[in-house]
T-cell receptor, first 117, second 113 residues
Framework: AQKITQTQPGMFVQEKEAVTLDCTYD???????LFWYKQPSSGEMIFLIY????DEQNATEGRYSLNFQKARKSANLVISASQLGDSAMYFC??????????????WGLGTSLAVNP | NAGVTQTPKFQVLKTGQSMTLQCAQD?????MSWYRQDPGMGLRLIHY???????DQGEVPNGYNVSRSTTEDFPLRLLSAAPSQTSVYFC????????????FGPGTRLTVL
């Protein structure tokens, strides 16, 4: 069965340092997409970055990059030069791409990141 | 372009009351969905719709109804609220492509006493 595991309930990082948030996934499909979302204390869900299973390059979006290791089934989010505004919950999610256009996202339980000044 | 909007932001109900959570998007997205978010359980899909007139159940549909009469609107109805429905509810939409990103509304925090 499809599953997303985020093993770090909480993380601390010093401002301006880089931090890696772990995400491992389980799927039997060859085609899938991986997403990271940020949820600040205000509650909204903000899309950060997407990685397709067939993408050869690791996805990057500004200070966010995805360390995609397909053989290990991991899709860790790397935030470089952390800022105070990065303090939030971070969710990893997966969608299997062969199962039809309406296939739901499978979500991890999230990692709470606190950036210290 | 307001994106995905949800009303109300906060609501308190008594057990047995009914109410409708409103969701609208102005991006002409085909796909819309409702999630609930509970501590320790992540986001769980309640219902979703792949277009006007088409809805289907997600993981936790019991106690909720939806309809999709227009592309823009996707209301979620609680027919008889229960304390177990205390949660934060998110509406989301996406264009319809498999790799498309979902855009979320700001959420509705519902408490059922």
């Amino acid at each position: 069965a499809q599953k997303i595991t985020q093993t770090q309930p909480g993380m601390f990082v010093q401002e301006k340092e880089a931090v890696t948030l772990d995400c491992t996934y389980d799927t039997s499909d060859q085609s899938y997409g991986l997403f990271w979302y940020k949820q600040p204390s205000s509650g909204e869900m903000i899309f950060l970055i997407y990685q397709g299973s067939y993408d050869e390059q690791n996805a990057t979006e500004g200070r966010y990059s995805l360390n995609f290791q397909k053989a290990r089934k991991s899709a860790n989010l790397v935030i470089s030069a952390s800022q105070l505004g990065d303090s939030a919950m971070y969710f990893c999610a997966m969608r299997e791409l062969n199962a039809g256009n309406n296939r739901k996202l499978i979500w991890g339980l999230g990692t709470s990141l606190a950036v210290n000044p | 372009n307001a994106g995905v909007t949800q009303t109300p932001k906060f609501q308190v109900l008594k057990t047995g009351q009914s109410m409708t959570l409103q969701c609208a998007q102005d991006m002409n997205h085909e796909y819309m969905s409702w999630y609930r978010q509970d501590p320790g359980m992540g986001l769980r899909l309640i219902h979703y719709s792949v277009g006007a007139g088409i809805t289907d159940q997600g993981e936790v549909p019991n106690g909720y109804n939806v309809s999709r009469s227009t592309t823009e609107d996707f209301p979620l109805r609680l027919l008889s609220a229960a304390p177990s429905q205390t949660s934060v509810y998110f509406c989301a939409s996406k264009r319809g492509g498999i790799t498309d990103t979902q855009y979320f509304g700001p959420g509705t925090r519902l408490t059922v006493l």
